[in-house]
Nanobody, 131 residues
Framework: QVQLVESGGGLVQPGGSLTLSCVASGNIPSINYMGWHRQAPGKERELVAEISIAGDLSVAGSTDYADPVKGRFTISRDNAKNTVYLQMNSLKSEDTAVYYC???????????????????WGQGTQVTVAS
């Protein structure tokens, strides 16, 4: 089991910057990826960015970004603090949404040699870009 707590949302003017954070607790070694999704009014929830957690933690994790945020958003991790950040720059009104932290895990099922992937979600934090 993994628990996620997001923070950092708020109101920011167009062109401004904001940093979101997500602190994970629980079965940290089970986490493969952590990332951010967002959902705007009337829209489907969509991937924003994702970063790998498992593997060689001495090197930077591999990342993936949605096209609308490439070059403006940066996802990073602090393994010692079990925290993932989303640095958002050059914010636009189109970025207004509820942002959700997520974690993907691989966990044992109780059946020998069988494991499954699970997804966990934070409560969401509102980001509003407006003047």
């Amino acid at each position: 089991q993994v628990q996620l707590v997001e923070s950092g949302g708020g109101l920011v003017q167009p062109g401004g910057s904001l940093t979101l954070s997500c602190v994970a607790s629980g079965n940290i070694p089970s986490i493969n990826y952590m990332g951010w999704h967002r959902q705007a009014p009337g829209k489907e929830r969509e991937l924003v960015a994702e970063i790998s957690i498992a593997g060689d933690l001495s090197v930077a994790g591999s990342t993936d970004y949605a096209d609308p945020v490439k070059g403006r958003f940066t996802i990073s991790r602090d393994n010692a603090k079990n925290t993932v950040y989303l640095q958002m720059n050059s914010l636009k009104s189109e970025d207004t949404a509820v942002y959700y932290c997520n974690a993907e895990t691989t966990e044992e099922t109780g059946i020998s040699g069988v494991s499954l992937e699970y997804d966990y979600w934070g409560q969401g934090t509102q980001v509003t870009v407006a003047s």
